[in-house]
Nanobody
Framework: VQLQASGGGLVQSGGSLRLSCAAS????????MGWYRQAPGKQRELVAS???????NYADSVKGRFTISGDYARNTVHLQMNGLNSEDTAVYYC???????????????WGQGTQVTVSS
């Protein structure tokens, strides 16, 4: 299973970016797709996640600015980020819980990370 993230880059404060992540490979079932981020010197933290059924979950710091959307028919998840500020600068990682066969447990897979840099 591979998760390919894209869409990071350099943006000015107040600007917007859209991150995308696509899962591929042997996937029997997939759920709880989401985004984490890790800034220099800090621990990785949850940004947002969305289950196949249920409401999205957001970190307090991004509520009202970021929107996550999951397309489980295409095994993709997107993160629309508006109103970016310097505190959002980090490497963003997508993840998902995947079963590769009916009899296997859910396992968490991670993408390679994409850099988001917000300049003031």
């Amino acid at each position: 299973v591979q998760l390919q993230a894209s869409g990071g880059g350099l943006v000015q404060s107040g600007g917007s970016l859209r991150l995308s992540c696509a899962a591929s490979g042997t996937i029997f079932a997939i759920d709880n797709m989401g985004w984490y981020r890790q800034a220099p010197g800090k621990q990785r933290e949850l940004v947002a996640s969305v289950a196949s059924f249920g409401s999205p979950n957001y970190a307090d710091s991004v509520k009202g600015r970021f929107t996550i959307s999951g397309d489980y028919a295409r095994n993709t998840v997107h993160l629309q980020m508006n109103g970016l500020n310097s505190e959002d600068t980090a490497v963003y990682y997508c993840n998902a819980e995947v079963k590769i066969a009916r009899w296997t447990p859910l396992r968490t897979y991670w993408g390679q990370g994409t850099q988001v840099t917000v300049s003031s």
